[in-house]
């Protein structure tokens, strides 16, 4: 990030900050301040400014979408890149998580929100379901980075629950002499 200070008047500084470029139009975007005081505190603003614009985890466009428009538009986005039935999936995975978050902002989402989701979903679905969730919840932020919507995935560093190997049905004696003589015809 760049910025810089322009004198406006006596004891009144502008200071501006490159922001990054808008994601969709590629356009340029500047965040202009305006410091009343010595030129010594607009450089301690400007400081301030190029600090919080290096440290943020989104763009200007994260702040204003939330989960669950994102989560849709990816789903749109990548629909003829995927067989219908996968598509099907990931819309199954997506509509697990929206009740849960998909009323935060991208730029609030955060791994917390995210681990505390899944283990709502687990609720409901068993933990290999809930793990294929969350790898398609992943893929979905990663995109997100690739598209300069989000500098971080807020899904790193999540934990996947437990795989609990479903226990499987045996037939007892009694179900097996019954299948064998059905399938004998006797």
Do not use: C
Not at 26 to 34: D, E, I, M, P, S
Not at 99 to 125: V, W
Not at 129 to 152: C, G, H, M, P
Not at 156 to 176: A, H, S
């Amino acid at each position: 990030m760049r910025g810089h200070i322009r004198k406006r008047s006596e004891n009144s500084w502008t200071v501006v900050v490159e922001m990054p470029r808008d994601p969709e139009t590629k356009k340029r975007r500047q965040k202009w301040v305006t410091v009343h005081g010595t030129k010594k505190e607009a450089e301690k603003v400007l400081a301030e400014l190029l600090l919080e614009a290096g440290q943020r985890n989104y763009s200007v466009e994260a702040e204003k979408i939330t989960v669950e428009m994102y989560l849709k538009r990816w789903l749109e986005a990548i629909k003829s890149t995927i067989r219908e039935s996968t598509y099907g999936h990931y819309g199954n995975a997506v509509a697990a998580f929206i009740p849960y978050i998909g009323q935060i902002t991208l730029a609030k989402l955060n791994p917390l929100h995210i681990q505390e989701a899944l283990s709502k979903i687990l609720d409901t679905r068993s933990s290999g379901t809930a793990r294929e969730y969350l790898a398609i919840i992943k893929s979905a932020f990663n995109q997100a980075v690739k598209w300069e919507i989000l500098t971080k995935s807020p899904a790193m560093g999540i934990k996947l629950p437990k795989y609990e190997v479903p226990e499987k049905e045996v037939w007892t004696e009694e179900e097996v002499k019954y299948f064998f003589a059905v399938s004998q015809g006797i």
